[in-house]
């Protein structure tokens, strides 16, 4: 695994989860959803327009745009700079973002 938590106790009461693609992510609280998903295994968070290549957080600083992810149906929300909270629905960010009508912008 190429990123690895040095406190794994995720049984505190404190912590939550959220959704990527329908699959529970255990979360800290004020952890980023990069993160929680690094943490969890998930490396692979979008998909670029022009070549299909997979991307990932680089930076996780907020400056590079790697870890766009779909949250609760908006695109382009930065993973890296996005809190945890209970209940968000993520999933990868495949190909150019959707507009507010639902289109390819």
Request: charge should be neutral; include cysteine.
């Amino acid at each position: 695994m190429p990123f690895r938590q040095l406190d794994d106790d995720l049984s505190r009461a404190d912590a939550g989860e959220f959704m990527f693609e329908g699959r529970a992510i255990p979360f800290r609280p004020g952890q980023s959803l990069a993160g929680a998903l690094m943490a969890a295994g998930v490396v692979h968070f979008r998909r670029t327009p022009v070549s299909g290549s997979e991307r990932g957080p680089w930076c996780l600083m907020g400056i590079c745009y790697e870890c766009l992810l779909r949250v609760d149906g908006s695109d382009n929300q930065r993973a890296c700079m996005t809190a945890a909270r209970p209940g968000m629905k993520t999933e990868r960010q495949d190909g150019a973002r959707l507009d507010a009508a639902g289109e390819q912008a």
